[in-house]
């Protein structure tokens, strides 16, 4: 069973989606389109697949999110009164802390029966985490998620933008996740372009290509 992204050219090349309960992380440099991918797909959730979502920001105000959104067509603000996607601007540590106890967090994906969650991004978690402790409280969170059925997006930092060599994440996440998206910045007859590929997929074969895309309206 896959969760579909609704993107068509990607859900071809995850051979049908996401997997139903896995954890994605989808890492890129600033200005690849990373909160951009994640948002389209709670919305095609929400909106084609009847599935509701949660975005959990540690870098945006709702209000730019609702901004952004809406240069796409998307009407954030009308998918929250529907009850389909609740968007939760909060710190890294109530996250990490949602786990032990019943958090305002865990009720919202309750409350909403959601079925996706993005968080955006575990790179902030490095600023309130002690490393020593960081990649076992991700454990936790990837666990909990999956306990609760949820399909999770993790978005990622990436301070890589050119060259062939690129550190997934700093945190150990590229191991605890079932699949990676990786979205660059590359020259391609000296334009820069966008452009994604999947790296693994747990369970699934996949297309190993580098592709070129854009963000249009």
């Avoid at 958090?103 to 959601?114: F, L, M, T, V």
């Amino acid at each position: 069973m896959r969760a579909l992204t609704g993107i068509s050219e990607l859900d071809s090349m995850l051979h049908g989606g996401f997997m139903r309960g896995d954890v994605t992380l989808i890492v890129g440099s600033a200005g690849t389109g990373k909160t951009t991918l994640a948002l389209q797909y709670l919305v095609n959730g929400a909106t084609k697949f009847n599935e509701n979502g949660l975005y959990v920001t540690f870098e945006q105000m709702p209000a730019q999110i609702y901004r952004d959104a809406a240069s796409f067509g998307w009407d954030i603000r009308k998918l929250e009164a529907e009850g389909k996607i609740r968007v939760v601007c909060t710190s890294p540590p109530v996250l990490v802390q949602f786990i032990e106890s019943r958090s305002p967090i865990d009720a919202i994906i309750d409350e909403i029966k959601a079925k996706r969650i993005v968080i955006d991004s575990i790179s902030h978690l490095e600023t309130f985490i002690p490393p020593s402790v960081l990649r076992s409280e991700l454990y936790r969170v990837v666990n909990h998620f999956k306990m609760k059925g949820l399909t999770s997006v993790f978005i990622a930092e990436s301070h890589e933008v050119f060259g062939n060599s690129l550190v997934v994440t700093g945190t150990g996440l590229s191991f605890l996740v079932d699949c990676i998206i990786l979205l660059r910045i590359v020259e391609i007859k000296s334009s820069l372009r966008k452009a994604l590929t999947v790296l693994k997929i747990r369970g699934s074969d996949h297309d190993k290509q580098l592709r070129e895309f854009e963000i249009t309206p």
